[in-house]
């Protein structure tokens, strides 16, 4: 079985910061791991995903994310926040046998001026 | 390349009526889901098809039947809505099990 944490339900960082999202997982098996994205009143949006090939993943909108089985973690990163980054963001795990999605609780990034 | 369309996009109803909401996918993906999203719950998986006329349970079926005689489509009836109901459904497709699932833009429902 799997299940994913998401430490922060709200991050607050100002424009041209780091952005650190984080994200921690469970998994019986090999995980595929996603990062989506959800603006206001949209649907959610792939940023990235680990399917067992690079550890270190470039996603869109140049957020990067770093899988490290050691600490089973997935956490999402960009150098410099932009205001149009304030959305939900919601880490999922899946496992490479064909396990059905799990989605984190998600974390709400605000953006500051 | 229309991807997957939800209709409608916002629904008003009343506790007791019959409310079906609609999910199409032009990519002829096997597997569909229906999940809702509230406030301090995040998502929540309603049901999934793994193909057409297979469906199945996830965490949260209770009060909703779905239908899948085509690939493309997969509509959510609530047969008897409630105030519980109240919510963001979202549809979304996926190539196969635990691969990268697509989303629509979902369907804000208000049951009064």
């Known amino acids: 079985a799997q299940s994913v944490t998401q430490l922060g339900s709200h991050v607050s960082v100002s424009e041209g910061a780091l952005v650190l999202l984080r994200c921690n997982y469970s998994?019986?098996?090999?995980?595929?791991l996603f990062w989506y994205v959800q603006y206001p009143n949209q649907g959610l949006q792939l940023l990235l995903k680990?399917?067992?090939?690079?550890?270190l993943v470039k996603g869109i909108n140049g957020f990067e994310a770093e899988f490290k089985k050691s600490e089973t973690s997935f956490h999402l990163t960009k150098p410099s926040a932009h205001m149009s980054d304030a959305a939900e963001y919601f880490c999922?795990?899946?496992?490479?046998?064909?396990?059905?999605?799990?989605f984190g609780p998600g974390t709400r990034l605000s953006v500051l001026p | 390349d229309a991807g997957i369309t939800q209709s409608p996009r916002y629904k008003i109803t009343e506790t007791g009526r019959q409310v079906t909401l609609m999910c199409h996918q032009t990519?002829?993906?096997?597997?569909m889901f229906w999940y809702r999203q509230d406030l301090g719950h995040g998502l929540r998986l309603i049901y999934y098809s793994a193909a057409a006329d297979i469906t199945d349970k996830g965490e949260v079926p209770d009060g909703y039947v779905v239908s899948r005689s085509k690939t493309e489509n997969f509509p959510l009836t609530l047969e008897s809505a409630t105030r519980s109901q109240t919510s963001v459904y979202f549809c979304?497709?996926?190539?196969?099990?635990?691969?990268?699932?697509?989303f629509g833009p979902g369907t804000r429902l208000l049951v009064l």
């Open positions: 999922a795990v899946s496992g490479s046998y064909g396990q059905n999605f799990v």
């Open positions: 990519w002829s993906h096997s597997y």
């Open positions: 680990y399917t067992s090939a690079a550890t």
């Open positions: 979304a497709s996926s190539e196969s099990a635990g691969r990268t699932q697509y």
């Open positions: 998994s019986s098996v090999p995980p595929y």
